[in-house]
């Protein structure tokens, strides 16, 4: 509909005055955002296929013609599908744990309730803080030495616990600090999405006789899908592209146990010193964001026509 | 029926407290551990009955925070200020002008969101050191502003695109005002609440990098707060008191700025990331 108007409103505007022919682009416009973006993304990201093909080590200025040496490596590398394996923990177990907690705190908070506002701000406060700072704030929680974590163990008779340095355990405690730090986006976005649902369904249900859960199930589930669409997608590219948290509480370790493919690319260029095999690693990165992010999108979207 | 609703409620409330006072306790440890003294070991969950503030004042220092606050606000402000006239620019002809060249100028920009420019940060880092741009705000600001530029147009060009009236800027350009005029006298005032929208995003973000940062900015008189709070960390594991002073410091401002203005950040953020 609108674009019959704006045809018309087009051609219209252009007989009332020859004068004003919308013959060019504007380009100029829009030229030096699209020259930083070709500096600063696109010319680094081909750039990094190219070093992909190399044995470049990040420092010198020579390099070599490897070929597909690079790719091999990264297939035969037991390290990186233990670090592919890390991302998709955090992306996808982020991603969940964020949606059902942040639907759950959103359907609480959405009720006429005291405290709601309070509550509604601190769960959103760690938004704003930085994801390192987070995870330093964390760590005062779960260190070995002196965490109050250990603190409350020791006073219920239990042993001290080394979390951060047991692989079995620092990987899911980052996938619950990224949760706890970012739950708060997803419950707005519900919230926001909860307070768009029309009162008059609830009403027509009630009347039907339907109950608190069927309604949940046929009301408030369906009509709240392009919210959980937007949370998915966004805690997904998160949780996949995670750094700052590792960084702070195991720092990838021990050994390569917490790594994600982030701190995994950092680690290589800076600590191995081996600057084509990391950009070798970022492009199987850029693949599975893409991939999962893509399918997450067109899987959710459809959902989004059914309801 | 009536007392019954009204327990429910009740129950429901305690619920949100205890919700609230569980996402307190990772800040309620940090300020605990903040006054103490490093020989203090008594549980991080009892506050002390003394307050060494002096810790902050070590930290302050022996961080180089004064220097990290100064670069985070310069690269922060600047940076943002680049985006919202950039991308306010570049989202103008893309939302109204939809030639062929425009709108795939336009997909183009938009499809490099899904993919973060971190994934080519071994081969932008190279490109850093080839330029000479190594430890300068300068080359922070740069990268900072364009990782979010395909996010700044999207939301501009949507908002142009849905509010802003086509008549206005026909009449002025029978008026007989140029393009630029016209955009900046009359398109961009109308364009407040996404500009709104891109300052907290983007400040938001780009005070608490730490990706871009600890790649770019190693030298001492560059660092921004993570960077600085990171080096503080490693060197002081052993004394957390010291480092959860550090960390105080460094969330305090965000925080303040966040509760006096919490509607329009949360506003923001959410509002962003609905139309990202």
Known sequence: ?307 | MGSRNRMLKNLLAGIAIFIAAFHIIPFYIMITTSFKRESDFSSKWIFPDYLRLENFAEAWSQAHLGTAFMNSIIITAISAVLLIILGSMASYPLARYTTRLNKAVYYFIISIMVVPPLTALVPLYKLVVDIGMMNTRTIAILNNTTAFLPLTVFLYAGFIRSTVPRELEEAARIDGAGTLGIFYKIVFPLLKPVTATVLIISSVFIWNDYQFAIFFLQDNDVQTITVALAGFFGQNQSNLSLVAAAALMAVLPMTIVFLFLQKYFIQGLAGGSVKG
């Open chain 1, 1 to 307: 509909m609108s674009q019959l108007e704006r045809k018309i409103s087009y051609t219209t505007s252009k007989s009332l005055k020859p004068k004003i022919r919308l013959k060019n682009s504007l380009w100029f416009m829009y030229l030096p955002a699209l020259l930083l973006i070709f500096t600063f993304i696109v010319y680094p990201f081909f750039n990094g296929v190219k070093l992909s093909f190399t044995n470049w080590n990040g420092f010198s200025q020579d390099y070599e013609w490897v070929g597909l040496e690079q790719y091999k490596r990264m297939l035969t590398d037991p390290t990186t599908w233990l670090v592919v394996k890390n991302t998709l923990i955090y992306g996808l177990g982020s991603t969940l744990l964020q949606n059902i907690v942040g639907l759950l705190y959103a359907l609480l908070l959405n009720k006429k309730i005291r405290f709601k506002s309070v509550t509604r701000i601190i769960v959103y406060l760690p938004v704003i803080i930085s994801p390192l700072i987070m995870g330093y704030i964390w760590y005062f929680f779960f260190a070995y030495q002196g965490g109050a974590l250990n603190d409350i163990l020791l006073l219920l008779g239990f042993d001290k616990i080394n979390a951060l340095a047991n692989p079995n355990m620092n990987v899911w405690i980052i996938v619950f600090v990224n949760t706890f730090q970012f739950v708060g986006i997803a419950m707005i976005i519900f919230l926001a999405g909860l307070q768009s649902i029309s009162n008059e369904y609830y009403e027509a249900a009630r009347i039907d006789g339907a109950s608190s859960f069927q309604q949940f199930k046929k009301i408030t589930l369906p009509l709240l899908a392009p919210s959980i669409t937007i949370n998915i997608v966004l805690n997904t590219i998160g949780g996949l592209k995670l750094f700052d948290v590792i960084f702070a509480l195991t720092g990838g370790g021990p050994g390569n146990a917490s790594q994600s493919m982030s701190t995994y690319m950092y680690d290589l260029y800076f600590q191995q010193q081996n600057a084509a095999y990391a950009a070798t690693q970022g492009i199987l990165m850029v693949f599975i964001i893409l991939i999962l992010s893509l399918s997450a999108l067109v899987y959710f979207k459809s959902k989004e026509v059914e309801a």
